[in-house]
């Protein structure tokens, strides 16, 4: 691993360290859609009143990151490509250096340059298709950190060529709930459980005292192909596990949320850079445990892009450089390993 990529991501581990405080008995829960999901904050009831002040923050994350605001910051720097560099904020070098991380660490299988194939593809909207080859093809030129250039003294971020685009949807919950989780311990929050659409943060102890609990759902396997693999995965209603946790996120990645069907195949929202098409590595879902949230979700993306063998080979290296990191793998056999 690079110096300079050690160093940070020294700094994505102690970003979200908190303390752990005792627990409270009742609670008070408040859920919203933002961040393009169902964002659900638990708290100690006698802390209900700091809810408010922590969907502002998650409102305010969602209008400097949102892919498809072309006011927002990061649709100001697509919007630049090819044409000049956009002054940002630390806070968007942060996000964007965190990804350069994660793509160093999983060789390229996170990375946030695949705007163009996520409007090809268009697995959120309204027309989602199969692009032609010669399409992805084009959309995969300029997806090489090569060709973005980062001004850290200046603040600037610039994409050098026309068409390029950056798309934070595979780390921006987890910066989120690392922001959320600091925000609770400078109020004095004691303990709480931030889920961003499955990306999960527990802090400090539960309300019942001890270990947070967290269930990691089981897939739903229908049909099969001519090789016996599973035609699609769904989210299924039961819990295959239960991993115990405090002060720590718990992240899952899984084809089965955001897809579109087509001759009795289906097509997930998360791509593989350097193919262009859906991930096929296997897997149904994954999830990573580890203290930092912005690093599970970087990592829970990337993993279930490169497969379960190589996702443990970056586990190993993490290990070495004292990172605290489990992961769950579900194959598409239906296969469970604990990593």
């Known amino acids: 691993m690079k110096k300079s990529a050690k160093i940070l991501l020294a700094v994505l581990l102690l970003f979200p360290f908190l303390l752990t405080s005792c627990s409270e008995q009742k609670s008070v829960t408040q859920t919203q859609k933002v961040l ?44 630049n490509a090819g044409i000049k560099p956009v002054t940002v904020t630390d806070e968007f070098l942060y996000v964007l ?23 090809l593809w268009d697995v959120n909207g309204k027309n989602p298709r199969i692009p032609a080859k010669e399409e992805i093809t084009e959309a995969l030129r300029y ?15 610039f994409l050098k ?10 780390v921006l919950k987890g ?13 004095g929050v004691p303990s709480a459980v931030i889920n961003l659409g499955g990306n999960v943060y527990a802090r400090g102890k539960s309300f019942k005292g001890g270990a947070w609990k967290i269930g990691i759902v089981e897939p739903v396997f229908e049909g099969t192909d001519a090789d016996g693999k599973p035609n699609s995965v769904s989210k299924g209603d039961k819990e295959k596990l239960i991993v115990k946790v405090k002060n720590q996120s718990v992240v899952t990645s899984g084809g089965y949320e955001r897809f579109f069907e087509l001759e009795g195949k289906r097509y ?6 350097r193919t262009g098409y859906p991930s096929e590595s296997g897997l149904a879902s994954v999830t990573v445990v580890t203290d930092s949230s912005i690093m599970a979700d970087c990592l829970s993306t990337a993993f279930f892009v490169l497969g379960k063998e190589k996702s443990c080979q970056v586990i190993d290296r993490l290990r ?3 990172v605290k990191i489990k992961a769950v793998f579900i194959e598409d056999d239906t296969l469970v390993t604990v990593y």
């Open 161 to 170: 060529n026309r068409g390029m685009e950056m798309d934070f949807g595979g």
């Open 268 to 273: 997930h929202h998360i791509f593989d850079a």
């Open 97 to 119: 250096q965190a990804a350069q991380v994660a793509g160093d660490l999983t060789d390229g299988a996170f990375n946030p340059l695949v705007g163009p194939l996520v409007k």
């Open 175 to 187: 910066y989120a709930a690392d922001v959320i989780n600091m925000m609770l311990n400078r109020e």
């Open 143 to 157: 997806n090489s950190w090569d060709n973005v250039e980062v001004n850290v003294p200046a603040k600037t971020v």
């Open 320 to 322: 070495k450089s004292d």
């Open 36 to 79: 393009g999901t169902i964002c659900t904050i638990t708290v100690p009831e006698e802390n209900a009143a700091v809810l408010e002040k922590v969907f502002d923050e998650l409102y305010r994350i969602q209008s400097v990151f949102n892919f498809y605001d072309r006011n927002s910051l990061l649709c100001q720097v697509n919007n």
